[in-house]
Structures are given as structure tokens and as C-alpha cells.
């Protein structure tokens, strides 16, 4: 059973900033790919930006230049800067983290994220 444990949601004014964590209870190098989601109220689960084992990275065109993810080795975890933000950002961010070999994709609990106008 994988853990992840999220950090670093808060409230912030529109053009902030905010640094969301990601910690899974394995490395994050045995993870095919790991990345960030959001849910806003009454809107689907989407993605926000994701980043492979071989450092490949892929971003929602709604945040790009925008975020930026990234990977933090020696601490283990997974990271997403998100800067200008928005209202719109306003959302729960969820990490996940997916290991092709099993099929596994496991999801952290959810940070808020809210950003005042």
C-alpha cells in the first residue's frame, strides 16, 4: 500500500504564490510517473502537471509558465510551484503517484488550494 503525503496548500491573493509537497512512503524513483490533480467544487478531477521517471514533464495548458514540477531526490518528494496565481486555481490538489509494472495508481488525501481575487 502506497502513502502519499501532501503539503503546502493554503490561501493566497491572486498573483501569489504557493509550493505544494508530495511524499510517498516509497521512492520516488520506483514510481513510473508521479504529478498533481485538482478537483474544484462541481467540476471534474483534472490534471495539473505530471513528471516522468526519465524527467519528462507535462503541464495542463491552463498552467503552463505558470507551475513548474519537480523532483526532489535527496528529500524524496515531488513538488509543484505554482506561481501568478489565479482564482481559478482555487481547487483540492491531489498527488498522485503510478507504477506501470503493477497497475498501481495510488492518491494522497487532497491540500486546498484557495486563491482570493
Known amino acids: 500500500q502506497v502513502q502519499l503525503v501532501e503539503s503546502g496548500g493554503g490561501l493566497v491573493q491572486a498573483g501569489g504564490s504557493l509550493r505544494l509537497s508530495c511524499a510517498p512512503s516509497?521512492?520516488?524513483?520506483?514510481?513510473?510517473?508521479m504529478g498533481w490533480y485538482r478537483q474544484a467544487p462541481g467540476k471534474q478531477r483534472e490534471l495539473v502537471a505530471t513528471i516522468h521517471i526519465g524527467g519528462t514533464t507535462n503541464y495542463a495548458d491552463s498552467v503552463k509558465d505558470r507551475f513548474t514540477i519537480s523532483r526532489d531526490n535527496a528529500k524524496n518528494t515531488v513538488n509543484l510551484q505554482m506561481n501568478s496565481l489565479k482564482s481559478e486555481d482555487t481547487a483540492v490538489y491531489y498527488c498522485n503517484a503510478f507504477r506501470a509494472s503493477v497497475g498501481l495508481s495510488a492518491w494522497g488525501q487532497g491540500t486546498q488550494v484557495t486563491v482570493s481575487s
Open positions: 516509497g521512492s520516488i524513483l520506483s514510481f513510473t510517473h
